[in-house]
């Protein structure tokens, strides 16, 4: 079959190689070349391109099964593997990387693939025939397709509309550094670098390839005070204050290698299908969730190994929108759910109140009753690799309730308070 993908992001070019291998004839259509003949890769349309990102387990996996030759090339430009110790040995957990070096990756495997077309270009519209999509129109002209897949992301044009939404009710700010040569890495509080939540907002830190790091102040979007941080005064003497953040970046271990970037307008929202033969959505047109959390190209992966699993066990292309959205909402639609409550009641807490015992608890509540009860733990791990979901880390609650039930909370790390960061904020962009 003829296939015309919409977008040449991970979840398009993941898919596009897959099936490509699986002989059919794959065209993926993107408005951005690429790299230009210099190197660099100012990737137009895609906010989260140079923003910190994490890669979990999923990602390795699908590639070393389904694409090998990517997965070597993501190792070639740096990407790191990332393992755990445990009794008698140790398991994977993901990669260290930045976004756009993996898709650089991703771009130059897709070259070498047999049947698997690169365009540029921009997707003006679908052909259709009595309610079939048959293709799309490319810069006015016509690319016909026995099956077109939006994989154009969370600003998709075609998808459906949502079946969840809501607004994370978060901005973050972040900038990325390197390592000088020679020097360590700061403290670390979990493998994929360091966190802290603070009164009123939360600092993270995502490590990368070769000593590239991001740092990442996330706040309520209500909070305007805080988005003074977009401004590089403000963000250097905020990290500065932060216990943790300071050692980090401090001149004589890192350097800045970009200018302070701002992400906002986050929604978490799940999509089903529209159900018109010829046509199927997949990646973040499904699905798109708080990139803080760093779950975002996981569940690209796992959609992508959900949508093969049902090529391989006989689905015809033409229709595979229903049996794969019926996939989608049994295994993704629970990780938006859990979005949207953990959001608006990180929120809710950030702004003062106190944890609801009244209502069930949020993931992350769960999670951080561990620290009390480390029988919590034994559900914590697959659930934050994403291994298990949060149906199954519902059997921990009782167990953290009962936690919550005796006063306790959980303590703020050693920082300014939201009040003390907005001071030096302020005395940052003070005129000297």
């Known amino acids: 079959m003829r296939v015309a993908i919409i977008g040449s992001g991970p979840t398009g070019l993941m898919l596009g190689a897959a099936l490509a291998r699986r002989g059919h004839d794959v065209v993926s259509v993107d408005r951005d070349p690429g790299p230009a003949p210099d190197g660099t890769w100012h990737r137009r349309g895609v906010m989260q391109f140079e923003h910190a990102h994490g890669f979990r387990d999923q990602v390795r996996g699908h590639l070393e099964r389904a694409w090998p030759e990517a997965y070597a090339q993501w190792l070639a430009l740096g990407a790191e593997p990332l393992f755990m110790e445990v009794p008698g040995g140790s398991v994977p957990l993901g990669n260290r990387s930045q976004r756009s070096t993996f898709e650089r990756a991703l771009r130059l495997a897709a070259h070498e693939v047999d049947g698997l077309a690169l365009r540029n270009g921009h997707v003006d519209a679908l052909l259709e025939d009595q309610g079939e999509v048959r293709g799309v129109v490319v810069d006015g002209e016509p690319l016909p397709a026995d099956l077109v897949v939006d994989a154009s992301g969370r600003s998709g044009r075609l998808v459906a509309d949502p079946a969840v939404e809501g607004d994370c009710g978060i901005a973050y700010v972040d900038r990325t550094y390197q390592l000088l040569p020679g020097a360590e890495p700061g403290p670390m509080a979990m493998p994929i670098g360091w966190f802290g939540n603070f009164v009123g907002y939360q600092c993270l830190l995502f490590m990368h390839e070769l000593g590239h790091f991001s740092v990442l102040f996330v706040r309520p979007t209500a909070d305007p005070d805080l988005k003074d941080l977009r401004h590089e005064a403000a963000f250097e003497a905020a990290v500065r204050a932060v216990p943790g953040l300071d050692a980090w970046t401090d001149p004589e271990r890192s350097r800045p290698t970009g200018p302070v970037m701002v992400g906002g307008a986050l929604r978490n929202v799940f999509r089903p299908q529209r159900g018109r033969p010829g046509l199927v959505a997949v990646g973040d047109s ?36 229903e049996p794969f959205g019926a996939w989608c909402e049994e295994h993704m639609r629970i990780w938006v759910d859990d979005h949207v409550y953990s959001n608006q009641e990180a929120v809710r807490r950030w702004q003062g109140a106190d944890l609801d015992l009244g209502s069930p608890l949020t993931s992350d509540a769960i999670l951080s009753a561990a620290q009390v009860d480390p029988r919590i733990s034994q559900y914590a791990g697959p659930f934050m690799s994403m291994q298990t979901t949060l149906h199954d880390l519902r059997a921990a609650e009782p167990m953290a309730r009962a936690v919550y039930e005796t006063g306790w909370r959980a303590p703020y790390p050693p920082g300014p308070t939201r009040d003390e960061l907005v001071a030096v904020i302020q005395g940052a962009l003070q005129p000297a």
């Open 286 to 321: 499904v699905t798109t969730t708080t990139p803080t959390a760093g779950r975002g190209v996981a569940m690209c992966a796992m959609q992508v190994d959900g949508f093969l699993g049902l090529v391989d066990s006989g689905a015809d292309l033409r229709t595979i929108a």
